[in-house]
């Protein structure tokens, strides 16, 4: 099926016009160090309205991700999203994985096309990406959106069961599927209500792994390899810029401890939202919701009420969810 028609492939079209009409263009950036990030701008940059920059996470590419948000939230921003390295057309031939690299090569996309001052929002791994990235360029970055992103990790963490998977490789294999069989896997650690495996064809999945999964797959695992080596609380920056912190309440691949973790590192700089019935795709699974917090912080400058902490070393309750499949996403991981 994937060799005569490709349904992820036309969707990707559909995506790719839907941010032309959008008002954004396809730009590449040469680093000139053996980095090259791709990224779409504005065609037209209006100097009345401030910048957003939408960092994506570890599934789908950036169209995917953005497509919905970026309808939305063009009016009142300029909008700049960017391919992470190794994700899209953005590569290296450099040997850094780190998060760290990542912002600093999108702050030089950013700073290449005449970007000073910025908002952001982080999706997943984007989350840490657009962390690194606040901490890093805090004279730049003006507010900051994390969404479902355990930026407060520690590497012990993976040994004391806070995660579902405690296995880095495993999880690595889940998190870049080349399989059917993981790609199911991936959606039922992704929402709270995944489709039933019965109902989601198997070629569709590999038409899906075929388009979007089968280039830079090392490199991408050692990505997911370096974000809690060595990783210590103690050690992580906190950011002074106003915060939102959005949470799926059933989030399966980073806890909802570790948003409210988050929360107490920043203090009452930050407010944290659980988006109720809803996993790690919240973004997805409630969409008008999600983007109704986002507008609230972004465009109206609001602060939304924070949610209070729960009872400390409550990770496995927080993380448990129940439920019935009743659509299917390949949107965020």
């Not at 037209?44 to 920059?53: A, E, F, Q």
């Not at 809690?228 to 609380?233: A, E, H, S, V």
């Not at 103690?234 to 909802?256: A, H, M, R, V």
Request: aromatic share 8%; charged share 25%; proline share 6%.
């Amino acid at each position: 099926m994937t060799r005569c028609f490709s349904l992820t492939a036309a969707r990707n079209r559909c995506y790719k016009s839907s941010f032309l009409k959008a008002g954004l263009r396809s730009t590449i950036t040469d680093l000139q160090d053996g980095t090259v990030m791709h990224c779409w701008v504005p065609k037209t940059h209006n100097d009345s309205k401030p910048n957003l920059l939408l960092i994506h996470g570890l599934g789908a590419n950036t169209m995917w991700q953005w497509g919905d948000t970026i309808r939305k939230m063009i009016p009142f921003f300029n909008i700049f999203v960017p391919d992470l390295v190794f994700f899209g057309d953005s590569y290296t031939t450099r040997p850094e994985r780190s998060e760290s690299f990542q912002a600093q090569c999108v702050m030089r996309v950013m700073e290449a096309n005449s970007v000073k001052k910025l908002s952001l929002v982080g999706l997943s791994y984007g989350g840490f990406v657009g962390y690194s990235l606040a901490a890093q360029f805090s004279e730049a970055v003006e507010r900051v959106v994390i969404c479902c992103a355990g930026v407060c990790m520690e590497e012990k963490d993976l040994k004391e069961g806070v995660f579902k998977v405690s296995d880095l490789e495993e999880a690595a294999d889940i998190l870049v599927p080349q399989t059917p069989e993981k790609l199911r896997e991936l959606l039922g650690f992704a929402m709270f209500k995944p489709p039933p495996s019965t109902l989601v064809p198997s070629c569709l999945l590999a038409d899906f792994i075929d388009v979007m999964c089968t280039e830079h797959t090392e490199e991408k695992k050692e990505l997911i390899r370096a974000i809690p080596k060595d990783r210590k609380l103690s050690n992580i920056t906190k950011i002074s810029q106003p915060t939102l912190i959005l949470w799926g309440e059933y989030d399966k691949i980073f806890p909802l401890e570790l948003g409210h973790r988050l929360k107490r590192h920043l203090g009452d700089n930050a407010h944290l939202v659980v988006i109720k019935g809803t996993g790690h795709a919240f973004i997805v699974e409630k969409p008008k919701e999600s983007y109704r917090h986002l507008k609230s912080f972004l465009v109206d400058l609001q602060p939304p009420p924070s949610t209070p902490s729960p009872i400390p070393n409550n990770e496995n309750h927080l993380s448990s969810c129940k439920g019935e499949a009743e659509k299917i996403t390949l949107k965020t991981a």
